[in-house]
């Protein structure tokens, strides 16, 4: 398996544009985990997702973030306006139910200009 | 809810020296616990997990760490850090045994070999 894919690797943005980060999860996994990596908070969960439906988004920042899973294979996060503070690394990571551990894609690196 | 704490986060080790990295966790029911290392520019990378198994758990690269739940603790060792060691290192701790909830990071330890 080629593993989580997430794309683009690197984004940058003017503040105010549309961002949207993309994740293909492992084939078979029914949960999906969206991470945001700073140097000051660490690994935070923004949002999961179990079977395409979204389980806890409470780690979302603010409405100007969102994230779908309109199918078992796909899962978008959208910013939108995007502000320089969302400058990070995002995380896509899934899972099995008979897995315990998560397996994370290579992640995207935002940066808001 | 749970949580994890990594002491120190950022140790430097001579090659060949013992690598400690520390970590304690809080959980209010028996814990899964597990160590990811992630080399720059790189996802995260499991080295070994605790699963209510046995107490000492042998991961990859040599690394191992132990369940003690008496100290609450999850320290990752290895006896011989070797120079592709360097990267940053982080903690996690689930309360189910289930792929389906996430997990929980500490804020990670950057290790650095010297030579």
């Known amino acids: 398996d080629a593993g989580v894919i997430q794309s683009p690797r690197h984004e940058v943005t003017e503040m105010g544009q549309e961002v949207t980060l993309r994740c293909k999860p492992i084939s078979g996994h029914n949960s999906l985990f969206w991470y945001r990596q700073t140097m000051m908070r660490g690994l935070e969960l923004l949002i999961y997702?179990?079977?395409?439906?979204?389980?806890?988004d409470s780690g979302m920042p603010e409405d100007r973030f969102s994230a779908k899973m309109p199918n078992a294979s796909f899962s978008t996060l959208k910013i939108q306006p995007s502000e320089p503070r969302d400058s990070a690394v995002y995380f896509c990571?899934?899972?099995?139910?008979?897995?315990?551990?998560?397996?994370f894609g290579q992640g995207t690196r935002l940066t808001v200009v | 809810a749970q949580s994890v704490t990594q002491l120190g986060s950022h140790v430097s080790v001579s090659e060949g020296a013992l690598v400690l990295l520390r970590c304690n966790y809080s959980s209010s029911v028996p814990p899964y616990l597990f160590w990811y290392v992630q080399y720059p520019n790189q996802g995260l990378q499991l080295l070994l997990k605790y699963t209510s198994a046995a107490t000492l758990v042998k991961g990859i690269n040599g690394f191992e760490a132990e369940f003690k739940k008496s100290e609450t603790s999850f320290h990752l060792t290895k006896p011989s850090a070797h120079m592709s060691d360097a990267a940053e290192y982080f903690c996690?701790?689930?309360?189910?045994?289930?792929?389906?909830?996430?997990?929980?990071f500490g804020k990670g330890t950057r290790l650095s070999v010297i030579a």
């Open positions: 997702f179990n079977n395409n439906v979204p389980i806890d």
């Open positions: 996690a701790v689930s309360d189910y045994y289930s792929g389906n909830t996430p997990l929980v």
């Open positions: 990571a899934s899972s099995s139910a008979d897995n315990t551990e998560a397996f």
